[in-house]
């Protein structure tokens, strides 16, 4: 073999490697594309569609039941019927008639269509009180009513074996967005309306008064 001749074998196999490394880089590129598209690949750069729901615990309820004092058990005391332990604060002796405040609150689930799921909690008795007065008092703190104007979304109309219902969607305060069924006349009323009016029961967090959760409870006119 010449000179000549095996200088062009060795062009020759250059050629053919350049050739193999881009016909290699080719075949990936097609292969990271068609992964790019499969939201299973570990190649996948797209935005998943799942979206996460936000969950808060928020105050829901408060209320006032006529209890008894049981046991005294050092500076703490039980209360009947359920024996749940409280501070003795007002000096009560056994068999005293007593008020108690109890509370609940609740888990609340927020999904990306703004729909809520609630998750209510037991009630939990949190103060004794000497009189029923003084129970009612508090409870009229903690749960506050109030009218005011709140977003409306909109009205809409669904017909179920030739029965219509007309519904209001309104935004509250807390950010949850809640539907009501509403009559022709309300309706009317709201269709190209943005505000509406309505009555509200802001309930407190009996720790943290500056922490609330309102709730709809009518429409104010």
């Known amino acids: 073999m010449n000179r000549n001749q095996r200088r062009e074998k060795r062009i020759n196999g250059k050629a053919r490697i350049r050739l193999s490394a881009v016909l290699g880089m080719l075949l990936l590129a097609v292969l990271l594309s068609a992964c790019s598209s499969n939201e299973d690949s570990v190649f996948h750069t797209g935005t998943s569609a799942e979206t996460t729901a936000s969950v808060s615990r928020v105050p829901w309820d408060y209320r006032v039941v006529e209890s008894t004092v049981g046991d005294l058990v050092g500076s703490d005391m039980t209360v009947l019927p359920d024996n749940e332990l409280l501070p003795n604060d ?3 002796a ?3 008639k007593i008020w108690t405040l109890q509370f609940m609150d609740a888990e609340l689930t927020t999904d990306a269509d703004q729909k809520n799921e609630v998750r209510l909690s037991a009630w939990t008795t949190i103060k004794s009180y000497g009189t ?3 129970a009612a008092e ?4 903690l749960k506050v009513s109030i009218t005011t104007d709140v977003d409306l979304v909109g009205v809409y109309k669904t017909k179920y074996q030739e029965k219509t219902r007309n519904f209001a969607v309104l935004e509250l305060p ?3 967005r809640i539907k009501q069924p509403i009559d022709d ?3 009317t009323a709201l269709e190209k ?3 509406a009016s309505v009555v509200l029961e802001e309930v407190h967090d009996f720790a943290d008064y500056d922490s609330a959760y309102a709730k709809f409870r009518g429409w104010a006119n």
Request: glycine share 14%; charged share 30%; aromatic share 10%.
């Open 90 to 92: 007002g000096n009560y």
């Open 138 to 141: 508090d409870l009229k703190n």
């Open 132 to 134: 029923q007065e003084t």
């Open 174 to 176: 807390s950010g949850n």
């Open 193 to 195: 309306a943005k505000t």
């Open 94 to 96: 056994t068999g005293d």
């Open 185 to 187: 006349k309300r309706y």
